[in-house]
């Protein structure tokens, strides 16, 4: 690959991270109804950062697809969209865990794993 063209794909690369990121500040700036399965924003900084990151990954989900409901994923239709609703499904659940354990520690307690409807702990 040439240097041009490496070059035109790292700008590309971080302008998508950029467009990415910015959707998913204004979703939690606006209180989107679809983050509402993310769990809460937690208010230090390490943990809000790695929620944030899975936001980014959801926002640009929703983006790519032009999903604007209320679901976080709607109903993908493509095997493409099945395929990266998959890894947005996964970043909803390691949002949520983050979430979880955010208020798990603020509240001084010790994070609780869910497991079949009963608390593994």
Avoid: C
């Avoid at 070059?7 to 983050?35: D, I, K, N, Q, S």
């Avoid at 994070?111 to 593994?120: K, M």
């Amino acid at each position: 690959m040439s240097d041009e063209m490496a070059t035109a794909l790292a700008e590309r690369h971080e302008l998508m991270e950029a467009r990415a990121l910015a959707l998913a500040g204004r979703a939690v700036e606006t209180g989107e109804p679809w983050l509402k399965r993310l769990g809460s924003p937690p208010e230090t900084d390490p943990s809000r950062e790695r929620w944030l990151h899975e936001v980014r990954t959801v926002a640009a989900y929703r983006d790519r697809y032009r999903e604007d409901g209320r679901s976080a994923l709607g109903d993908p239709r493509t095997n493409a969209q099945k395929f990266d609703a998959a890894r947005a499904e996964q970043a909803i659940r390691r949002a949520r865990a983050i979430a979880d354990q955010a208020v798990a520690k603020q509240d001084g307690r010790s994070p609780v794993v869910q497991g079949r409807g009963r608390a593994i702990g």
